[in-house]
């Protein structure tokens, strides 16, 4: 099963406008920082218990800071049953698209 997704891919997905959740699993000092538009931060040291909080149905894209965070997310995710879950490959160091920073706070779930 290919569980990757490349950025360039997931910027192409988002100006189509697809239903994909974008989940940022970094620190929240890395997020407040810049983060993926509409990215919803569950850092990856709380994932273990507040991925029940996510719907096994949607489909999410997973981004860290380089892409290895990510991708042990998302395998721990498949090994919970989510069906469509991806990786995003390279992660915020390769993303071209737009970053946005918070100023007011952060968004969580």
């Known amino acids: 099963m290919d569980y990757q997704i490349s950025t360039e891919e997931v910027r192409k997905r988002l100006k189509n406008g697809d239903n ?14 810049g983060h993926i538009p509409g990215a919803i931060l569950i850092p990856l040291g709380t994932l273990g218990y507040r991925y029940q909080e996510l719907d096994k149905q949607e489909e999410y894209l997973i981004v860290c800071r380089s892409g290895n965070r990510s ?20 992660g915020m160091l390769d993303w ?12 969580y779930i």
Not at 20 to 32: M, P, S, T
Request: hydrophobic share 40%.
């Open 71 to 90: 991708e042990y997310a998302t395998l721990f995710l498949l090994h919970q049953g989510f069906k469509k879950v991806k990786n995003i490959v390279g």
């Open 20 to 33: 994909v959740k974008i989940i940022d699993v970094r620190e929240d000092f890395e997020f407040v920082n």
């Open 96 to 107: 071209t698209g737009k970053v946005v920073t918070e100023e007011g706070g952060i968004k």
